[in-house]
């Protein structure tokens, strides 16, 4: 199991960009697939990215592509999202996850590790 800390929110105004950041503990971090997801009041927090662990290989929520990017450096044992374009709608609070699984990242369903979020809002 991997610990994970998020970073890099913020306020910004769209069509801005926010880079977020997640660290995890860990010595096998590289065998983790890892997402994004995000999570606004009153809704059910939503699958945003995710990124295998064998191949690199990613995925998007149809919201966010060409304007968000996943990305994982295994020697700092961080996976990044990189925000640009962002609108009004992208605000919420952003939670990294962890899990040996790449479909369950990307389903959401019964992950092994989450951060504790960060919030980002976009103004207009």
């Known amino acids: 199991q991997v610990q994970l800390v998020e970073s890099g929110g913020g306020s910004v105004q769209a069509g801005g960009s926010l880079r977020l950041s997640c660290a995890a503990s860990g010595r096998t971090f590289s065998r983790y697939a890892m997402g994004w997801f995000r999570q606004t009041p009153g809704k059910e927090r939503e699958f945003v990215a995710a990124?295998?662990?064998?191949?690199?290989?990613?995925y998007y929520t149809d919201s966010v592509k060409g304007r968000f990017t996943i990305s994982r450096d295994n020697a700092k044992n961080t996976v990044y999202l990189q925000m640009n374009s962002l609108k009004p709608e992208d605000t919420a609070v952003y939670y990294c996850a962890a899990d040996k699984r790449l479909g369950a990242v990307i389903r959401g369903l019964d992950l092994t590790s989450w951060g504790q979020g960060t919030q980002v809002t976009v103004s207009s």
């Open positions: 990124i295998g662990w064998s191949d690199g290989s990613t």
